[in-house]
């Protein structure tokens, strides 16, 4: 199987940890590409995004969502989805927050990348607000991250380590208002899919 992924890309290195998670990384050959130039991409996925996964000739799987769960078809030994259905939709949950919390980022950074001049002070604040609620709703409802590792708590600590990727030097403090979060989080990415999954931009 190739997989296409990017280093920067949050959905790219959740696929990639799921690899990692359930042991099947000798079964992948790693394709880095950047999906904003790669000429071909439209071809595989017609979204033009990264992750996407070919699975012989003929199968194509995008959306990291889809692969992931396709993933741990794979693998009976492991589970990163609950089997019980109120763990596998809280489970869910988490992805769903953590995926559009990304988004909030990746609209942030690309407002702030504009000429001082042309950005919108109003569109900063309300992705900022809407980033902090996100990181408040993980803390308040942490009962709902376990300590077995799932799809979620996958989801969840690729959206904070996206957080220290884009805002390097604190510009973006989260931690001490959310000591629970936080103390998962600097335990979550010392687990050796994390370590060498690291965003990185090229
Ligand atoms: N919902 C998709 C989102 C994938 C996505 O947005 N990928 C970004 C990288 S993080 C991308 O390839 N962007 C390039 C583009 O949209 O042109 C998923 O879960 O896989």
Known sequence: MQLYYSHYSPFSRKVRIVIEELGLKDQFEFI???PETHRHLSEINPLGQVPALILNQ???LFNSKLICE???TLK???KLYP????EYFKSLRLQALSDSAVRYIDRLVEEQFKPENMQS?????Q???TINECLDWLEKHFDNINHQISIGEISVACFLDYIGFHFRDGRFEWKS???NLANWFNDFKQRPSMLSTKYHSI
């Open 70 to 72: 396709y993933l741990s």
């Open 76 to 78: 009976v030994n492991k």
């Open 58 to 60: 003929k199968e194509i």
């Open 32 to 34: 880095q590409i950047h």
């Open 177 to 179: 208002q959310r000591p």
């Open 83 to 86: 089997d019980d259905r109120i």
């Open 121 to 125: 002070s109003e569109k900063i604040q």
């Open 127 to 129: 992705c900022r607000k």
